[in-house]
């Protein structure tokens, strides 16, 4: 067999492995390319190996340019600026009120770190526009709730108005909550101390913030109780106290108080607040007399003593606030006092109770005697101490010395003390100590050390 016919008997008998070759004769091919170009030249043969539509191509697509996409080219960068000494100098006061432009300010900041002189009269030039521009507070103004509601309420009378004596508990409890709400889970664990007057000492007792909402929750209970309310203690405690109802409840927990607390404490004072605007019976047609003034009379138990239902929820809301501050002060958050006229009732209520506080511990033998053998009977003038009250909240109140009946007179006045209203606030909290708080005292240094004893002695746990 000659190399033609071996050739041709090739063509003829197709590889069965390949199953697109055709049986029989081929049609006449074009002969291959003798150009070179590689090692199969410009055109390599096609392959007979079958590829789907959706196969990606073996040889790769050229990337395009990103002239070809249509998208914006990315900015050059810019040179920067070349300028001049005097010229960085004269933007100088530009810089302090930032006025300039971004390459201006690079080119500044840069010569700010090579030359000495520049640098300090830009310090100086930044100092001054801080003079100009105070930082302001980020918080809001803590009258603004008040304010707001004044506003709506006052366009839309609600139809069950709350208490004007239960408003500032109402107010506290909200700021309160604003406060929680902010703090992360971690700082719910923050320690506080909390810190009140016994006897004639400070005293205080470490716990978290978590701790505090709990023993908020439960004093406020008491008024809960009072009101026909659901007690938040699980198990009573031994004597109806706050420190012995605060007690029980951290002792009765199975684990540390968490910001789970924040959930009943916030529910019960809700609940406060709707239970006496509906106990007050009245509407928003009722006079203020009308409203709340039988419910508002109904004493509310502390063990050792009583308070009447308006001032037990001022006495909520002065603590709501103070241990507001204690917290604020744990988790390094501002905390501002209440609004003027909240704060000028809870200033009224100690006013109010420094004449029993001061029978009491001269009674236990911590207070000087008056200069009467016996307490002058009730409904008579005696001696008197002019408090004055200097700041937000502020006013004067005459203070009965020798009986808590007996009637202020300024004729009979032997002492006069001047506070700011934060800081009496501060010291009824036990949080100041007596010898500290006075800003101005004249007359009987015996009278004023007593009723300043006598204001820290309102504080408890």
Known sequence: MTGTEAHDSYEEKP?????NAQVGPQKDTPPPSNDTGGPSGP???????????????????????VEDTGLPLPEPTPAPLLLEHRVLKS????????????????????????????ADEALRLRDAVGLLHPPESLDLDP????????????????????????????AETARLDALLQDIGDAEWHAPVRLRWFDGDEQTSRRTTVAGVI??????????????????PLEAPAETPTPAART??????????????????????????VRTVAFAAGGTSRASGAERGGGSGRLPVSYGAFELPLRDSMLDRAFETWVHAGDIAEAVDYPYEPPSPRHLHAMIDLGARMLPTALAARRQAGLATPGQTRHLVPAGTPGRSLRLEIEGLGGGEWLIPLDS??????????????????????????????????????VGDRGAIRDVLFAAASLSRI
């Open 15 to 19: 590889d069965p492995e390949d199953h």
């Open 247 to 272: 007690e029980a409840f951290w002792t009765t927990s199975h684990f540390p108080p968490t910001r789970s607390v924040r959930g009943p404490w916030r529910e019960q004072a809700h609940n406060l």
């Open 214 to 231: 709990a023993h908020l929750l439960t004093v406020d209970g008491l008024v809960a109780l009072t009101l026909g309310l659901d007690d």
């Open 404 to 441: 808590p009946g007996a009637l202020p007179s300024p004729d009979h006045e032997v002492a006069h003390i001047a506070l700011d209203g934060v800081e009496f606030c501060q010291l009824a909290a036990g949080h100041v100590p007596p010898e500290e708080a006075a800003a101005g005292q």
């Open 43 to 65: 055109n390599p043969p096609p392959s007979n190996t079958s590829r789907t539509p959706d196969e990606p191509p073996r040889i790769p697509m050229p990337r395009s340019s």
């Open 143 to 170: 009258t603004l709730r008040t304010r707001v509601l004044e506003s709506c309420l006052g366009r839309r009378p609600p139809r069950i108005p709350v208490p004007e004596w239960a408003t500032p508990y109402d």
């Open 91 to 118: 933007l100088l006061g530009a810089w302090a009120l930032a006025a300039c432009s971004p390459e201006e300010t690079t080119a500044v900041e840069d010569h700010l770190g090579t030359c000495g002189t520049c």
